[in-house]
């Protein structure tokens, strides 16, 4: 069975950091690109980050300004979101996805699968 | 950066037809996706490339794409379709993947 499993969210305060991770089973993790997607209660989806199937390519969400870092571990079927220097605005159920179509590169790709989300929140 | 614009609501009675629009600049040169949320669930991929369906989501969900205008079109709409539905593409300059504002479907 397909599926991404994220943990890792927490409560922290204003200027902490959280790590998450997301496990993958079920495919070919390797040949995938994937991403970070949040959204803040009551919001819309966000893109906050992609990484390529070999790593090479990594991008970032406007908003993040350095704070966040995504990496992944192809051997260990996982991804990892480093976040730094949280504010409110960061609290969010964070998602991971995974490109609809497997590619080496970056994709235009739609996100075909992905977990049931982390929330982060980020309170005094 | 590249915006997409979508109405905020759409009301469509059981049975009749939904059209979800989803507005960017020469949004027709682009691959659009369409995501359907349910409240508490992450989002499901309906659509994809334009016009292509995930295997298990049902025809009633259809896509085009063209100028500055893609469409989710819902035939036959039932009361299981209310959601919230998300467009989006990925805007090859600012090398960003970018999700539209969320359209809020009630079934009457």
């Known amino acids: 069975q397909v599926m991404l499993v994220e943990s890792g969210g927490a409560v922290v305060q204003p200027g902490g950091s959280v790590r998450l991770s997301c496990a993958a089973s079920g495919f070919a993790f390797g040949r995938y690109g994937m991403h970070w997607v949040r959204q803040a ?22 908003s993040l300004k350095g704070r966040f870092t995504i990496s992944r571990d192809n051997s260990q079927n996982a991804l990892f979101l480093q976040m730094h220097s949280l504010r409110p605005e960061d609290t969010a159920v964070y998602y ?15 996100f075909g699968i992905w977990g049931q989300g982390t929330l982060v929140a980020v309170s005094p | 950066s590249y915006v997409l614009t979508q109405p905020s609501s759409v009301s469509v009675a059981p049975g009749q037809t939904a059209r979800i629009t989803c507005g960017g600049d020469i949004i027709g040169s682009k691959s659009v996706h369409w995501y359907q ?6 989002p499901v991929l309906v659509v994809y490339d334009d016009t292509d369906r995930p295997s298990g989501i049902p025809e009633r969900f259809s896509g085009s794409n063209s100028g500055n205008t893609a469409t989710l079109t819902i035939s036959w ?19 960003h993947y970018v999700f539209g504002t969320g359209t809020k479907v009630t079934v009457l």
């Open chain 1, 41 to 62: 209660p009551g919001k819309g989806l966000e893109w906050v980050a992609v990484m390529s199937s070999d790593g090479r390519h990594i991008y970032y969400g406007d």
């Open chain 1, 96 to 110: 991971c996805a995974r490109d609809y179509h497997a590619n080496s590169g970056l994709s235009a790709s739609g």
């Open chain 2, 37 to 42: 949320q349910k409240p508490g669930q992450a």
């Open chain 2, 77 to 95: 709409v039932e009361a299981g379709d209310e959601a919230d539905y998300y467009c989006h593409v990925w805007d090859n300059r600012s090398r």
